[in-house]
């Protein structure tokens, strides 16, 4: 069974830190990109960090760019997200997606969100 379990999240104040984790079962993990998405109240899904496969080469959307870091640890079959100097904006649920391209098809397993809060 295939599952993408995320943690981490919870209430923080402005400046704060938080570590989110990405755990995966069932497939096969390290074949697969690993990028974390949120969405807030109201708001559309949006990208914020990407790491790829074999030379874990990352992407970040510009504002979380030297505050967030995204990782991974293929013997865990587990990807983080840090973030740091957290501010109100960043209020939204954080989502883990893996996907594998292996053309024409595409396999995209999703979690069920952490809720990540910033407030004072």
């Known amino acids: 069974q295939v599952q993408l379990v995320e943690s981490g999240g919870g209430l923080v104040q402005p400046g704060g830190s938080l570590r989110l984790s990405c755990a995966a079962s069932?497939?096969?993990?390290?074949?697969?990109?690993i990028t974390w998405y949120r969405q807030a109240p109201g708001k559309e899904r949006e990208f914020v960090a990407t790491i790829g496969t074999t030379d874990g080469s990352t992407n970040y959307v510009d504002f979380v760019k030297g505050r967030f870091t995204i990782s991974r640890d293929n013997a865990q079959n587990t990807a983080y997200l840090q973030m740091n100097s957290l501010k109100f904006e960043d209020t939204a649920v954080y989502l883990c997606?893996?996907?594998?391209?292996?053309?024409?098809?595409?396999?995209?397993?999703w979690g069920q969100g952490t809720q990540v809060t910033v407030s004072s």
């Open positions: 997606n893996a996907r594998r391209i292996q053309f024409p098809s595409v396999s995209d397993y």
């Open positions: 069932g497939f096969m993990f390290y074949r697969y990109d």
